[in-house]
C-alpha cells in the first residue's frame, strides 16, 4: 500500500492507496516544531483505525511545501515503515512540460495538482486550490504547464480584516442570506465569500481568454466545494486531486526509486 502526504502550510493531508483506490485519507494540523517520533505515533495510530501495521505500507511519497518538515516526514518514513520516500521535486518524471520562467520556484502541489488534472479532466486546463492561498494553475491543449496565478487564501485575507479593522470582529465564514448585509455579520460574509467568488470568476474568465479550447476548471482544497456552490465556473471539485497526482507520480517514478 502506498502512503501519500501531501504537506501544506496548514494541514496535512494524508492517502492511503490500494493499488490505484484510494481507501482512507486523513487530514492533521501542521506544527513545524513537532517531533517525527509524534508525527510517526499519530500516523500508527490511524492506520490501526484500518486494522493496518507498518508493515501494510510498502512505499511512501512526500509532497512538500514547507521545507523544514521534509526531513521531519523523511524520517517518520524511514523509522516507522522502513521506507525511503520518493520526494517530490526537480529530476523527478511528471509527464508534463513545464513552460514556467524559474521551475525551481514553483510549489510542489501545483504540478502535482496538473498531473492528476490532466490525467483526470484532460487539457486544456484550470486549476483553483484553495488552501492558505488560493491557486490558480493554467495547462495548455498540449499539457504544458503554462503558470498561473496565486491570491491570498479565504482565511488570511478574513484573519487579516478581523485584526485591522477595528470595528470589526471575527465571524463565522459562511454563506450570508443575501448579498446585501443588512448588519455587520452578513455584510462581512458577504464581502468574504462572494467576493472570493468574484476573485474566482474574474481570474478564470482571464485565463480562458488566454488558453485555447474547451477549458474545464477544477476545484480542490478546504473552500472548493462552498466556493463551488455559488458559482459556474468551476466544473468540477475534487478534494483529493493532490493525492490523486501523487499517487501518479509514484507510479511514473517507482522503477527509479
Known amino acids: 500500500m502506498l502512503l501519500a502526504f501531501d504537506i501544506g502550510n496548514t494541514s496535512i493531508h494524508v492517502g492511503l492507496f490500494q493499488g490505484e483506490q484510494l481507501s482512507a485519507t486523513w487530514r ?10 509524534e508525527y510517526g505515533v499519530l500516523l500508527l495510530t490511524l492506520l490501526s483505525t484500518r486494522r493496518l501495521g507498518p ?17 521531519t516526514f523523511e524520517s517518520v518514513c524511514r523509522k516507522y ?3 525511503e520516500p520518493l520526494l517530490v521535486g526537480h529530476g523527478l518524471r511528471t509527464g508534463v512540460r513545464i513552460l514556467y520562467d524559474n521551475p525551481k520556484q514553483l510549489g510542489a502541489d501545483r504540478i502535482i495538482d496538473a498531473v492528476a488534472a490532466i490525467r483526470q479532466y484532460g487539457a486544456p486546463v484550470i486549476v483553483v486550490d484553495f488552501g492558505t492561498a488560493t491557486v490558480f494553475d493554467a495547462v495548455n ?16 485575507a478574513s484573519e487579516a480584516l478581523f485584526s485591522r479593522a477595528a470595528m470589526l470582529y471575527r465571524v463565522q465564514l459562511e454563506r450570508p442570506p443575501a ?16 467576493g472570493y467568488v468574484g476573485l474566482v470568476e474574474g481570474l478564470v474568465a482571464r485565463f480562458k481568454q488566454e488558453l485555447s479550447g474547451d477549458v474545464k ?24 486531486l493532490t493525492l490523486t497526482g501523487l499517487r501518479l507520480i509514484y507510479e511514473m517514478n517507482r522503477d527509479a526509486s
Open 55 to 71: 508493515a501494510d505500507i510498502t512505499a511512501c511519497i512526500l509532497g512538500c511545501d514547507v521545507p523544514p518538515l521534509i526531513p
Open 217 to 240: 476548471v477544477v476545484g480542490t482544497g478546504g473552500w472548493a466545494a462552498q466556493v463551488a456552490a455559488e458559482t459556474q465556473c468551476i466544473d468540477i471539485v475534487d478534494s483529493d
Open 179 to 194: 448579498a446585501i448585509g443588512k448588519n455587520t455579520i452578513t455584510a462581512m460574509q458577504s464581502g468574504i465569500l462572494f
Open 28 to 37: 492533521i494540523g501542521v506544527e513545524t516544531e513537532k517531533l517525527p517520533d
Open 81 to 83: 515503515f522502513d521506507l
Open 141 to 156: 491543449e498540449h499539457g504544458d504547464y503554462l503558470g498561473g496565478a496565486i491570491a491570498p487564501g479565504i482565511g488570511i
